[in-house]
């Protein structure tokens, strides 16, 4: 299905294009940027400029990143003359954020992403952590639950645990699908992630705590016993202070990098399970 917009783009859904028309929606998004001079703000996929209008005229330095080549025109047609805007024609899962970055200054990251890419692409800007300041996404409320759940919530699993690793997660506010045109068939939420400057709780080996993580909740209702029974034993669970008896929903982000510091350990002096 594909609908008309007010400069004749139709709205692809292959691109995930559901467009912002409510101003009332649109002000408290700017209000929770809070986008000022001397900030450097990337927004990924502008689409036809519900944002980029209020985020050029902040005074701020403006970069967007844009697959849809056709929208092209109609953002040159808007922002062009401003030397503040700078537009990439590309998809932002491939962009090299850090070629953005001058003078040390952290980028501040914006998008109201297309629902297909927003884990992917949230864990490819995760992989810049460094440089970047904040980003403000929108995305389906239920992804946004997912990332600010803490141990005992519903939501709470593999992803919110890896993001909340690195980032402090804020749910912001929920938003109706009548915002957009064409309406999307899910909620809403605008969510805050602001990168850790120093990790809280720094592992020993993401990419072993990733697996730790992962194996949990691949069968979220078993005991966290029964569930790392291939990486870990109980006995070695309870010594780190963890009920090996409980549920991995339970378990906090603390608990799961001890856990995986245990393994690190134990891979590093050639121990064996
Ligand atoms: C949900 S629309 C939002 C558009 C606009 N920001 C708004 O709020 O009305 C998502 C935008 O991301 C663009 N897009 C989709 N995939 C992309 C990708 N991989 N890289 C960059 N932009 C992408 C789409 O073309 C579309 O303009």
Redesign the pocket.
Known sequence: MSHKSPFEHRA?KR??????HDAGVINRIIRSIAPKTGDHLV??????????RDLVDSGAQLDV????QD?VPILLAQFALKDNFALHQ????R?DFSSLQRDGEKLRII????YN?STP?MFHLLSYQSLIEDMHF?LQKEVVDRLAAGPGDNHYGRLGIMVQYYCQVDFLFPVGSGA?NPAPKVESAIVRLRPHTELPHPARDVSLLQQVVRTAFTQRRKTLRNALKTLIDADSIDALGIDSGTRPERVSLAQFVAISDRLAERASSGDEE
């Open positions: 692809r691109f995930g294009q559901n467009f912002l927004e990924i996929g502008p689409g036809q400029g519900a944002l980029t990143v844009e697959l849809d929208l590309g998809d932002a899962l962009f998008g109201n992403l297309p890419i692409l929108m957009f």
